[in-house]
């Protein structure tokens, strides 16, 4: 288990964004290599708040925006997403005044469809818009934490299918990647899963891959998975967070969501983004 919430680090500082969820980071150049003692402490506060926003950045050369990924694990390949040029552990998150679509923008834990889904992604927006272009982010703790014991007993004992056919079919081809170059795993996950780390429970389902509780009648599936994506999305479990040029926010996928906002059309909003695999949950 983690310690609880001290803010007590030598080496970088963490202010929580809000009582439950997030910490912006400062005191630390994720430009330049970090030291171990400097990794131990991020990698504490990445447990502790689920998402790390740092603050004061400039832009991270790829190589060492996947070397830090890397202090965390091997890196995670999207199954779909188009990739940096001569950078195949970068996805390029991008839209335009000619985009026809802006990436998640609907709640969802990344890549949620694979056997393995990463554990976090570090995302550095480098082109930003004049205003808007936020992202926000909800407690997957706290949502499991607020169900009810017998909703609780209920969901410990259900896994769901995670599909995402819908989701990658067509999605990158105004990028260059056709169809037939993607590949739309599914997989089955429990509802409930257990972080490695911290040994906390958490709610796993999302309204863009999550589509059958299994055991369940259709009618039943739906109606459960409708209850819970709802409360998952509840407003009191969210932060929304403003970017500024050059911050690099890190999440953990096993125990919250997020969403994009595409409110900045037509301007330009440019990142980049590396994803460290997790475990199968569980
Ligand atoms: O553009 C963003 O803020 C987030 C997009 C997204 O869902 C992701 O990178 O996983
Ligand atoms: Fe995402």
């Known amino acids: 288990m983690v310690a609880p919430k001290t803010n007590e680090y030598n080496l970088i500082e963490a202010k929580p964004f809000a009582p ?5 980071i400062y005191g630390v150049d994720l430009s330049q290599a970090v030291s171990d003692a400097q990794f131990a402490e991020i990698r504490d506060a990445f447990l502790t708040y689920q998402v790390l926003f740092f603050r004061d950045q400039k832009e991270i050369p790829p190589e060492q925006h996947v070397a830090f990924g890397k202090r965390f694990g091997p890196l995670h390949a999207h199954p779909a997403a ?7 552990e970068i996805f390029e ?22 056997e393995t889904p990463p554990l976090g992604t570090m995302l550095q927006i480098h082109i ?7 992202t926000m982010f909800s407690d997957m703790y706290a949502a499991y934490d607020d169900l009810s014991e017998p909703i609780k007993a209920m969901l410990g004992q259900l896994s769901a299918l ?8 067509g999605r990158y081809s105004d990028r260059g990647k056709k169809d037939t170059e993607i590949d739309c795993p599914e997989a089955v996950h429990p509802i409930v899963r257990t972080h490695p780390d911290t040994g906390r429970k958490s709610l796993f389902v999302n309204r863009t891959f999550t589509t059958k509780i299994l055991g369940l009648s259709d009618s039943e599936s739906e ?20 970017w500024n040029l050059n911050d690099m926010a890190f ?6 969501m997020h969403r994009a906002i595409w409110d ?19």
Request: charged fraction near 25%.
């Open 20 to 24: 439950n969820l997030g910490a912006e």
């Open 162 to 169: 995670h599909s995402s056919e819908h989701i990658y079919k």
């Open 251 to 256: 999440w953990d996928n096993r125990c919250c």
């Open 223 to 242: 109606a459960i998975l409708n209850l819970l994506f709802e409360h998952a999305e509840h407003i009191n479990y969210q932060i929304r967070f403003r």
């Open 93 to 114: 998150i991008h839209a335009t005044k000619d985009s026809k679509i802006a990436n998640g923008e609907f709640w969802h834990s990344d890549v949620s469809c694979d």
């Open 264 to 282: 900045y059309w037509p301007a330009e909003r440019k990142g980049r983004r590396v994803t460290v695999k997790g475990e199968k949950p569980a």
């Open 82 to 88: 188009p990739t940096m040029m001569g950078h195949p």
């Open 128 to 134: 930003a818009p004049p205003c808007g272009g936020d």
